[in-house]
Structures are given as C-alpha cells and as structure tokens.
C-alpha cells in the first residue's frame, strides 16, 4: 500500500547530517595531507604547464566552482541597470568595451 502525499518524514537520517564513514574518511585525509609537503611537492614541478594544471586541480578543494547565471527580461518588463551618479558617458562606454572583451575571450577559451 503506497504512502499518503504530503506525509512528514519520520525516522532515518535528518537532513543535512553527514554520513559517519565520510565524516571519518574526511578526517583521515586531513590528517594525512601536509600542507608543507603538498608546497614543495608544488615547488618541485618545473614544467609550467604541468603546474597550473596540478594548481587548478587543487583549487576545486578550496574555492567553490560557480555556476553560469543567464539574466532573460520580460517582454512587458524592461531590465533597468542603475549606474553610479558619478559615471559619465566615457565611462561607461568603457565599461562595456572592457566587458566585451573578457566575454570574447571567454567564449574562445
């Protein structure tokens, strides 16, 4: 007999509680990891290439990977952008070449 929609979870893991051998195993790595031995491990690699790939590799631990946001309008409402009072016209014309630019080179990487 299958359950009522709506019905309020009883009993099992709450929400957001970590699982006990994760909680562990994450311990573990932390003890094991030197941040010492993983800079001169770092230091040790000569090939540049090799480098940024091992750095950005490690990154992913430490800085959150953000995702793409795409800004639509609505027919019956106009997206309104407020800019400083201070800004002038050259400024701003500047502003969006610049913004141009790092969006060209993006999109050819």
Known sequence: MPLKKGRQKTGGRKV????????EIRELINQTLD?????????????????????????????PKLKSVEM???SEKPIIVQLPENMNTKQLRELLESTEDNTEQDEQE
Request: glycine share 4%; net charge positive.
């Open 16 to 23: 957001g509680s970590v699982n006990h051998t994760t909680k």
């Open 35 to 63: 941040v010492a031995v993983i800079k001169r491990r770092m230091n040790a690699i000569e090939d540049d290439f090799k480098y940024c790939q091992v750095a950005i590799k490690l990154m992913e631990f430490v800085v």
């Open 72 to 74: 639509t309008g609505n």
